[in-house]
């Protein structure tokens, strides 16, 4: 299986602050790489989906780059529903898996 | 608008079969793939296994051969079957649609439900 580790586990960020998170693939992937966003009690949402596509109806703060392995979530000017859980997802190769998330909270 | 829902039994005990449908409306489930997304409480995301229309199916190996995902095109429905259930496929259970236009990805889910193994 292919192994997502994603960094960092957790961060604390304000209002308007730009957040990076990262995602590195145990092999190469390519570009298929998703991200999901998720609140509590809801399900997650597609955000970005082959590492830069932004899926519609997402805001454009919201942006993706990467390949091969290494691969980065950037937030710009967070605002307060961006406060949730983010997930990264590879579909090179079944079984699909996921990272295990960055909580991004408050500061 | 597609929309998904799952039902089913919210309690299940031990070593007994988890069955769980999904609902689809607002589109045709006779294209795409439809997948089992599972998480178990404050855990991450765990990808079960995903139907085509035709009713072919792919599942990850780690469900060995306790899975089978099987589709009711007359009924727009796909459904779960988890066989010899424990404590550890306590869950939220979501299913999701999967596009695959320039990649593979999840792109509508369920609300999700959550699932208890319990006697």
Redesign the interface.
């Known amino acids: 299986?292919i192994q997502m580790t994603q960094s960092p586990s957790s961060l604390s960020a304000s209002l308007g602050d730009t957040v990076t998170i990262t995602c590195r693939a145990s092999q190469t992937i390519t570009?298929?790489l998703?991200w999901?966003q998720q609140k509590p009690g809801?399900?997650?949402?597609?955000l970005i989906?082959?590492a830069s596509?932004l899926?519609s109806g997402v805001p454009s703060r919201f942006s993706g780059s990467g390949s091969g392995t290494d691969f980065t979530l950037t937030i710009s000017s967070l605002q307060p529903e961006d406060f949730a859980t983010y997930?990264c997802?590879q579909?090179d190769r079944?079984?699909?898996?996921?990272?295990?998330?960055t909580k991004v909270e408050i500061k | 608008q597609v929309q998904l829902q799952e039902s089913g039994p919210g309690l299940v005990k031990p070593s007994e079969t988890l069955s769980l449908t999904c609902t689809v409306s607002g589109g045709s489930i006779s294209t795409y793939y439809w997948?089992w997304i599972r998480q178990p409480p404050g855990k991450?995301?765990?990808?079960i296994g995903y139907i085509i229309y035709s009713g072919n199916t792919?599942y990850?190996?780690?469900f060995n051969s306790r899975v089978t995902i099987f589709v009711d095109t007359s009924k727009n429905q796909f459904s779960l079957k988890l066989s010899s259930v424990t404590a550890a496929d306590t869950a939220v259970y979501?299913c999701?649609r999967e596009?695959y236009a320039?990649?593979?990805?999840?792109?509508y889910?369920?609300?999700?439900i959550l699932v208890t193994v319990s006697s």
């Open positions: 299986d570009n298929y998703n999901y809801k399900a997650p949402k597609l989906y082959t596509s899926q997930y997802q579909s079944t079984p699909w898996t996921f990272g295990q998330g | 997948s991450g995301l765990e990808w792919h990850n190996p780690s979501y999701a596009g320039g990649g593979r990805r999840f792109d889910w369920g609300q999700g």
